[in-house]
């Protein structure tokens, strides 16, 4: 009978603390968990490549594919990490390659390259804020069509 209730206890305990552990940090894909707002930069290019990954791990959302850009600039490429396809496609986002841009956000070094985790992009005249100054992303939140919290990492987990 002991056994019985301290194994209830313990897959009860797991059960609530699980989900938890799961969440990824502030936000998810590559953003907030590697941004540092003390390395801000802004770089200035012409967008060599476009890239499509898929999500960097849990609270992404299944399937979700996240869009790159690599930025030819003065100092030579610099991978820009912009956030999830499905955003890009809701504000309109149309990058192509040869278009000069301008990324402001965190510099890191993601596969032993040098990258920004984008804060802000300018294309095409327009200005796009992807993640606030924290790093936490725009998108957060916003799920899809899904209320906050509502499934795929769309709370403050977000993706």
């Given at each position: 009978m002991k056994k019985s209730i301290w194994f209830l206890v313990v897959i009860s305990s797991l059960a609530l603390v699980c989900p938890a552990l799961a969440q990824p940090g502030a936000g998810g894909g590559r953003g907030p968990r590697l941004y540092n707002p003390q390395t801000v930069t802004t770089v200035k290019g012409t967008v060599e490549r476009l890239e499509q990954l898929p999500s960097m791990g849990p609270g992404s959302g299944r399937g979700a594919m996240y869009r790159d850009v690599l930025l030819n600039t003065a100092k030579g490429?610099?991978?820009?990490?912009?956030?999830?396809?499905?955003?890009?496609?809701?504000?309109?986002?149309?990058?192509?390659?040869?278009?000069?841009?301008?990324?402001?956000?965190?510099?890191?070094?993601?596969?032993?390259?040098?990258?920004?985790?984008?804060?802000?992009?300018?294309?095409?005249?327009?200005?796009?804020?992807l993640r606030d100054d924290q790093g936490l992303p725009a998108w957060r939140g916003s799920g899809r069509g899904m209320g906050p919290g509502g499934g795929r990492g769309g709370g403050p987990g977000g993706r």
């Open positions: 490429p610099v991978l820009v990490h912009l956030g999830p396809s499905w955003y890009l496609n809701q504000q309109k986002v149309s990058i192509m390659v040869g278009d000069p841009m301008e990324a402001t956000g965190s510099q890191v070094t993601l596969n032993n390259r040098p990258a920004i985790i984008a804060k802000t992009i300018t294309i095409k005249g327009k200005t796009l804020t």
